[in-house]
């Protein structure tokens, strides 16, 4: 019997398609750069017939980045980037669409690398990475369908981190788009589409209100202060800690209030972490949490607030609303969001449209600019004309001209020095 999309496809229920389906239009109807601009620009052929993975959090957004990548002509495989993120509906309805989907929400962390080794197998000629997962594995697990790699666009900050560690270690035979670094991704998806829809998720997860809280954000990078911006609008009293000293006075000079963990915590009604790294509060924090604090995480990883500390530490572990455990450590209780997933994501419905718009349209072009030239091995920036190109097309959705300079606004040596002068220098 041949093999179909669906047979090789490990989702949780197909007959959850219909709402899948519904979910992939409407952020399609709120992605006209993708759905316009980028469509137009990526169905020039240079993708037809070449295998494409995506492994990003599969969700609707992901989902229409999928679908116009499969009608640009390429052979799409999915997975989820994170087993907490994933949208059963919508892996069902991609599979209706014709796409190979591996992913279950909540799956155990053998199933989710089980996946990521299915979509490896499919032998990619391109990635679309999110944390540099399917990357780091195939580097790790299958080195002869690494070496075939013609590319990866890589879509966060900690996959570039990691992306570049091969780099470093000479493991990087592939050119690499850096799509994180693109203005158009981390000044709006890591700084407006966190900072949103982390504050959204903890209000809906929790029922609390913002005003008047003590507000921990750990990490002030492009998504720790998009989150403590969105916090303080809400009237949150804002503390940042961070272990570098330029963020720290950014933060300051935000009008946070910026402090060691310890301090940090010991007032915190809510803290999240935004670092990148991992076990940001760990054991040796635990002392320093107030009663009833709150703590989430917006960063990669999902250990850097150390969950399986507060496990071993626990006098006992019960979930007292959907998506909040309570660890009561001795007789204080500590409520930890989603389990220390990505919150916006696993425990809420993600970035706006509107920004993930901007976030895949530098994805799809991200893997259209490696499919379409000869890049060296390698990380390489998105060009910048690409940015520009992306941001004119956002404003032009919205209905919004663009000001340009006239000559006599640009500022010349001609203006300084006397024209004979000028002019003599430029026949030298
Ligand atoms: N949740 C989402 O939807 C989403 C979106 C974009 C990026 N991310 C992820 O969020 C994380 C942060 O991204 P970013 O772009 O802000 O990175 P960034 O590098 O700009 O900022 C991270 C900051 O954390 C600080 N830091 C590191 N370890 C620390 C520690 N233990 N204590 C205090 N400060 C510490 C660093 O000095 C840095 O300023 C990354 O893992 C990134 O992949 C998540």
């Known amino acids: 019997m041949s093999e179909t999309v669906a047979s090789r496809s490990r989702i949780k229920d197909p007959s959850q398609a219909p709402s899948g389906h519904q979910a992939i239009e409407w952020a399609r109807r709120n992605s006209p750069v993708l759905d316009g601009f980028v469509r137009k620009k990526v169905n020039d052929g240079s993708l037809r017939g070449k295998r494409v993975a995506v492994v990003v959090h599969l969700e609707a957004k992901t989902a229409f980045l999928a679908t116009v990548l499969a009608d640009a002509g390429a052979h799409v495989v999915a997975a989820g980037s994170n087993p907490w993120s994933t949208r059963d509906n919508v892996a069902a309805a991609l599979v209706e669409r014709g796409i190979e989907v591996h992913s279950t929400r909540g799956s155990t962390n053998e199933m989710w690398e089980a996946d990521l080794s299915r979509v490896g197998d499919t032998s990619p000629d391109y990635v679309i990475d999110d944390g540099g997962e399917l990357t780091i594995r195939m580097a790790r697990d299958k080195p002869k369908l690494y070496a075939q790699l013609k590319g990866v666009s890589e879509e966060t900050t900690t996959g570039v981190v990691r992306l570049r560690e091969l780099e470093r270690l000479g493991r990087l035979p592939m050119p690499v788009v850096a799509a994180n670094d693109a203005a158009l991704k981390h000044m709006f998806d890591n700084r407006f589409g966190t900072g949103q829809s982390t504050v959204q998720a903890v209000l809906a997860l929790t029922n609390l209100r913002m005003a008047g809280k003590r507000f921990v954000v750990v990490g002030y990078g492009w998504v720790g202060r998009g989150i403590a911006a969105y916090a303080h609008a809400l009237g949150a009293r804002v503390t940042a800690v961070e272990v570098d000293p330029i963020r720290a006075l950014e933060a300051h000079s935000d009008g946070h209030e910026v402090a060691d963990m310890t301090t940090a915590l010991s007032t915190a009604d809510i803290a999240i972490t935004a670092?990148?790294?991992?076990?940001?509060?760990?054991?040796?924090?635990?002392?320093?949490?107030?009663?009833?604090?709150?703590?989430?995480?917006?960063?990669?990883?999902?250990?850097?607030?150390?969950?399986?500390?507060?496990?071993?530490?626990?006098?006992?572990?019960?979930?007292?609303?959907?998506?909040?455990?309570?660890?009561?450590?001795?007789?204080?209780?500590?409520?930890?969001?989603?389990?220390?997933?990505?919150?916006?994501?696993?425990?809420?419905?993600?970035?706006?449209?509107?920004?993930?718009?901007?976030?895949?349209?530098?994805?799809?072009?991200?893997?259209?600019?490696?499919?379409?030239?000869?890049?060296s091995p390698g990380i390489h920036q998105f060009p910048l004309e690409l940015d520009k190109a992306i941001a004119t097309a956002k404003l032009a959705s919205r209905g919004i001209t663009l000001d340009h300079l006239d000559e006599d606004q640009t500022d010349t040596l001609s203006e300084i020095l006397d024209a004979d002068t000028y002019q003599s220098w430029g026949n030298e």
């Open 275 to 375: 670092t990148g790294g991992i076990r940001a509060i760990t054991s040796r924090h635990f002392d320093a949490l107030k009663p009833h604090v709150v703590l989430a995480n917006a960063g990669h990883h999902d250990h850097e607030v150390d969950v399986p500390a507060l496990i071993g530490q626990a006098d006992s572990v019960d979930e007292v609303r959907p998506g909040v455990t309570r660890y009561r450590l001795g007789s204080k209780p500590v409520y930890v969001l989603s389990e220390g997933a990505l919150v916006n994501i696993a425990g809420g419905l993600g970035h706006p449209v509107e920004i993930m718009d901007l976030s895949f349209s530098v994805q799809a072009l991200g893997c259209h600019y490696l499919a379409s030239n000869d890049l």
